[in-house]
């Protein structure tokens, strides 16, 4: 189960990262990092739940990265130039 989901993560980061390189609907990074972030809130809770907290851990460092690009994207100085 946690390979399908390492696939997922895979997928996700070619989403935050191709669109601005492809210069293929940029617009597309914000979206894809405000959605990571919502679905990275909610693996955060299950694993939690669940008590796996080194999960907890690495859904966190997810969730600032994607962070870190919806900020970059959607801020008035934005870093796409």
């Not at 979206?31 to 966190?60: E, P, S």
Request: with cysteine; aromatic share 12%; glycine share 8%.
């Amino acid at each position: 189960m946690r390979d399908q989901s390492h696939h997922r993560e895979v997928g996700a980061a070619a989403g935050l990262i191709l669109p601005a390189v492809l210069d293929i609907a940029p617009v597309m990074v914000p979206v894809t990092a405000v959605c990571w972030i919502l679905l990275m809130i909610g693996a955060m809770i299950t694993h939690a739940r669940y008590g796996q907290d080194k999960y907890v851990a690495l859904n966190f460092v997810y969730l600032a990265a994607a962070a870190f690009v919806a900020w970059g994207r959607f801020s008035p100085e934005s870093f796409t130039g």
